[in-house]
């Protein structure tokens, strides 16, 4: 790049430098030349660094979805120390501990989700689910047979009250209507990845 270049190069070759739109050999030939001493590509970038750095201000704040602070951390830790990983696989064992898990919003208002295993071939989902005081699920039925176990709390499943350590079995084909909490649960379930959510009947 030549000093004795015309100003309409140098405010180009300085917009684009600034923006970060050279190829990295340009890039490197700009800023040779701004090392050779030319003042005028110099004052160029440095007037429309400002108006970037301005630009970047004039955006609206954005709010990081639920619980990505969670696992941005869930992921520092499993990197820096294996053996308290959040999740860990050895000879065909999985283990998972659930407390690092960030709760996941389910389709359901009120009511959130930690997945601890997915079985993709037998078409399978192992999972934490936990509702607030008067949630409810949607009406769903079962492609295949769901198992549920109350951890605490209560659950109302077909009028029947579910309390910490009931357990439940769905069979294929079967419909769950109305199944809602007073207080609040947790419970795990085992259940299919092809459960469709049907009209309340």
């Known amino acids: 790049m030549k000093l004795d270049h015309p100003l309409e190069a140098a405010r180009e070759a300085a917009a684009l430098f600034a923006i970060g739109s050279l190829s ?4 490197r030939a700009f800023e040779a030349h701004l090392e050779s001493g030319c003042a005028v590509c110099r004052a160029e970038l440095e007037a429309f660094s400002a108006v970037t ?17 969670a696992r941005v951390l869930t992921r520092i830790v499993a990197a ?10 050895r000879g065909g064992v999985r283990f998972v501990r659930s407390a690092r898990l ?9 009511v959130d989700v930690k997945t601890l295993s997915v079985d993709r071939e037998r078409g399978y989902v192992t999972k934490l689910v936990h ?23 209560d659950l109302l499943v077909a009028d029947v009250l579910m309390r910490a350590g009931d357990y439940c079995r ?32």
Do not use: K, N
């Open 24 to 27: 990295p050999d340009e890039a």
């Open 53 to 69: 750095t301005d630009l970047a201000g004039l955006a609206p704040p954005q709010m990081p979805p639920p619980g990505l602070r």
């Open 80 to 89: 820096s120390d294996p053996d308290d990983a959040v999740v860990v696989e």
């Open 102 to 110: 960030a709760w996941e919003a389910a389709a359901a208002p009120a």
């Open 131 to 153: 509702m607030a005081p008067g949630a409810s699920l949607y009406p769903h039925r079962h492609a295949d047979v769901e198992e549920s176990y109350i951890i605490e709390g």
């Open 170 to 201: 769905a069979e294929a084909g079967s419909i769950h209507t109305g199944v809602t909490t007073r207080s609040g649960c947790l419970f795990i379930a085992v259940c299919s990845l092809r459960d469709q959510v049907v009209a309340d009947t």
